[in-house]
C-alpha cells in the first residue's frame, strides 16, 4: 500500500483576517440585536412545546412576519426575526437554526424539519480579505425539507417540492420535484393526482 502523504501545516497563510470587514446591514441597532438574542437564549427555551402561539407572538414583536398557525419549537434557532417571513400552517422543527443574515421566506404549509439549518451567509474563498458573501433563501408554499438539511444562501426551492433528509442544497430546485443528495439534485417529478385524500 502506498503510504499516506502527511499534510502541510505550517505554511503561510493565504488569508488576512486582519483586513476582515464585518459590516453589512444587520436592519437593526445594536441594543435591539443584543435584546433579542437575550430573550432567544433564556425565554424562547423555556416556552411549553406547544405554546406555538406565544413564540409566534415573541417574533413578530421583533418584527417577523408570522402567518396564521404557525408551529415553531422552542429549540428553534433564529438569528434576526426581522428578515424572516413564514407563512399559513407552516411547521419549523426541533433545533432548526435560520441563520438569517439575509432574508429567509418560507411559504404556506411548508415543513422544514429537525436540526436543518438555512444559511444565508458564507464567504468569498478566493479573496485575501475574507469577504462575507449574503444572499436570500426562499421556500415556496407545501414545501417540506426533511430532517438535518442545509440550505445554502441564494436558494429557491419551488412549491410543493420534497427534499429528502440530509440533503446539502447549494442550488435552486425546481417546483413539484423530489430531490435529494449532496450535492443535492432532482430525481423525479410529483404529480398533484397522486396525492392520497384521506
Given at each position: 500500500?502506498?503510504?499516506e502523504?502527511?499534510?502541510?501545516?505550517?505554511?503561510?497563510?493565504?488569508?488576512?483576517?486582519?483586513?476582515?470587514?464585518?459590516?453589512?446591514?444587520?436592519?437593526?441597532?445594536?441594543?435591539?440585536?443584543?435584546?433579542?438574542?437575550?430573550?432567544?437564549?433564556?425565554?424562547?427555551?423555556?416556552?411549553?412545546?406547544?405554546?406555538?402561539?406565544?413564540?409566534?407572538?415573541l417574533?413578530?414583536?421583533?418584527?417577523?412576519?408570522?402567518?396564521?398557525?404557525?408551529?415553531?419549537?422552542?429549540?428553534?434557532?433564529?438569528?434576526?426575526?426581522?428578515?424572516?417571513?413564514?407563512?399559513?400552517?407552516?411547521?419549523?422543527?426541533?433545533?432548526?437554526?435560520?441563520?438569517?443574515?439575509?432574508?429567509?421566506?418560507?411559504?404556506?404549509?411548508?415543513?422544514?424539519?429537525?436540526?436543518?439549518?438555512?444559511?444565508?451567509?458564507?464567504?468569498?474563498?478566493?479573496?485575501?480579505?475574507?469577504?462575507?458573501?449574503?444572499?436570500?433563501?426562499?421556500?415556496?408554499?407545501?414545501?417540506?425539507?426533511?430532517?438535518?438539511c442545509?440550505?445554502?444562501?441564494?436558494?429557491?426551492?419551488?412549491?410543493?417540492?420534497?427534499?429528502?433528509?440530509?440533503?446539502?442544497v447549494?442550488?435552486?430546485?425546481?417546483?413539484?420535484?423530489?430531490?435529494?443528495?449532496?450535492?443535492?439534485?432532482?430525481?423525479?417529478?410529483?404529480?398533484?393526482?397522486?396525492?392520497?385524500?384521506?
Open positions: 500500500m502506498t503510504p502523504l502527511e499534510p502541510i501545516l505550517d505554511s503561510k497563510s493565504w488569508f488576512d483576517l486582519s483586513q476582515y470587514n464585518s459590516s453589512f446591514n444587520r436592519g437593526k441597532p445594536q441594543w435591539f440585536i443584543l435584546l433579542w438574542w437575550l430573550i432567544e437564549a433564556i425565554i424562547f427555551p423555556i416556552t411549553p412545546h406547544n405554546l406555538n402561539s406565544f413564540r409566534c407572538a417574533l413578530r414583536l421583533f418584527g417577523a412576519k408570522i402567518g396564521k398557525n404557525v408551529v415553531i419549537r422552542p429549540s428553534v434557532k433564529i438569528y434576526f426575526p426581522w428578515k424572516v417571513e413564514i407563512g399559513d400552517y407552516s411547521w419549523i422543527g426541533d433545533q432548526v437554526y435560520l441563520y438569517s443574515l439575509d432574508k429567509i421566506k418560507i411559504g404556506s404549509n411548508s415543513i422544514i424539519s429537525q436540526k436543518c439549518y438555512f444559511c444565508t451567509g458564507s464567504h468569498d474563498a478566493n479573496h485575501v480579505n475574507f469577504p462575507l458573501i449574503i444572499a436570500p433563501i426562499i421556500i415556496g408554499n407545501g414545501v417540506w425539507i426533511a430532517a438535518d442545509f440550505v445554502a444562501q441564494g436558494v429557491k426551492i419551488g412549491a410543493n417540492t420534497v427534499i429528502g433528509g440530509r440533503s446539502s447549494f442550488k435552486s430546485i425546481p417546483a413539484e420535484t423530489m430531490a435529494w443528495g449532496n450535492p443535492c439534485q432532482p430525481r423525479k417529478s410529483r404529480n398533484f393526482h397522486d396525492m392520497k385524500k384521506n
